[in-house]
Each structure stands twice: as C-alpha cells, then as structure tokens.
C-alpha cells in the first residue's frame, strides 16, 4: 500500500519560515520524482516545485512565484522530500501536497495534504 504522508505545516507570520516534510512508504521512492503541489481556496492546484529521481540527477523546478524562496530536496536514504519555505507571504497561504510520479511504469500518488497558513 503506498502512503505519502506530509507533516510541517502551521501557522506563520509573514517573513517566516516552515519545512514541510513527505515520508513515503509502499514505493521505489529512489525512481520517483516527486513535486509539492499547493491548493488555495478558490483556486486550482498549481506545481510549486519538483525534484527529478535519482536517475536524472534529482534536478528541480520551482514556480516563479517561489523561486528563490523555497528549496525542494529528498533524502533517498529516509524516503523523504522535504520544502523549505523561507520569506512566506500572505499568498502563499494553500494545502500542500505531496505528489510522486513515475513514467515508466506508470504511476502518481498523491498526499493528503497539509495546511500552511501564512498570516499576522
């Protein structure tokens, strides 16, 4: 059974910081690529960065809209990616999910979620 299971998220001022966590259980963890996706209320699901598997150099994306605030990595050893979220605003406020996905076969998982709730 695959379990994608998110911790990390709260409460934040604005300018904070948060790092949300993904274990994951049931996968090749190494062979996935792996995203946080954000849902805000109102709004559709939107990629807020991704992390490649180990077999294309764990190479990441960000959205503009985070770039240079948040940081994905894994820790393939813990089958574990983390989001580290520095200089949270307001907008950033969403469900974070965690999503693996493979190709080849294919497959894609989703988290439950976890709320980040950025506000003074």
């Known amino acids: 059974q695959v379990q994608l299971v998110e911790s990390g998220g709260g409460l934040v001022q604005p300018g904070g910081s948060l790092r949300l966590s993904c274990a994951a259980s049931?996968?090749?963890?190494?062979?996935?690529?792996m995203g946080w996706y954000r849902q805000a209320p109102g709004k559709q699901r939107e990629l807020v960065a991704s992390?490649?598997?180990?077999?294309?150099?764990?190479?990441?994306n960000y959205a503009d809209s985070v770039k240079g605030r948040f940081t994905i990595s894994r820790d393939n050893a813990k089958n574990t990616v983390y989001l580290q979220m520095n200089s949270l605003k307001p907008e950033d406020t969403a469900v974070y999910y965690c999503?693996?996905?493979?190709?080849?076969?294919?497959?894609?998982?989703w988290g439950q979620g976890t709320q980040v709730t950025v506000s003074s």
């Open positions: 999503n693996a996905k493979r190709m080849t076969p294919q497959r894609d998982y």
């Open positions: 049931g996968i090749i963890f190494r062979f996935y690529a």
């Open positions: 992390i490649t598997s180990i077999t294309s150099s764990s190479s990441t």
